[in-house]
């Protein structure tokens, strides 16, 4: 008879720590190896390579000692969990735009120097903007709540509880971004994120959310720059 998995049994901390090395290792590779042989690619096809490295790493952790369902693939009463996340989206679009807008007071930072908001600044036409909304409002949301909370918040809230699990997930979050001036904005967000997979139990309100706010920002950009 096949033994349970319990919690012990779970991904812990170190495997955490090996995705995000290993994620580190193979972009290097990819891009040594083989983008030279590639002249011309975009900057965003590299983007999704990135983001599928990132998933493919964390899948594969994951599922040898637990399952999707427990990482947070938890689709039960779709219908709830799609409200939750818009909802969620709401003041989680306050809270971002806050920050930021608290940042550039403070520090006179500048807002443009996200990748994706550079391509969405600079694009010519909706066509333009398609890719970058993609990337933004659905692959990064789905790659990095799956990381960042199904399996890094999820192993440090087992290690040192809930409250500490959301912090330091969020301090981690911001810190693999190589954010800088925005870290606050970026831990503040991952924060929000690791409460709303809390209280939710599924990683749905979470992607839906984070993906409808990355996709508003990013259609902000585009429209202030027509």
Known sequence: MKKDITMKELWGVSEVL?????????VFLVGKLILPYLPGISPRLVEVADRAILLGLTLFFVLRQGSLRQLGFNFDHPGRQIGYGIA?????????EGTQRALVFLFAAD???????????????????????????????????????GMAFSAFARKWGIALGVAVSSVFFSAAHLSGIWFAQIAVVGAAL?????????????????????????????WGNL
Do not use: C, Q
């Open 111 to 149: 807002t443009g120097t996200n990748p994706l908001v550079k391509a969405a600044a600079g694009a010519a036409d909706p066509a333009g903007l398609l890719l970058p909304i993609v990337i933004g409002g659905i692959l990064v949301p789905i790659t990095e709540e799956a990381y960042y909370r």
């Open 18 to 26: 090996w995705v995000f090395f290993l994620r580190i290792v193979l």
């Open 194 to 222: 690791a409460i709303i997979y809390h209280l939710t139990g599924s990683l749905l309100p979470g992607i839906i959310a984070h993906g409808l706010v990355n996709s508003a920002r990013l259609l902000m950009v585009y």
């Open 88 to 96: 969620a989206a709401i003041p989680l679009y306050l809270l971002a």
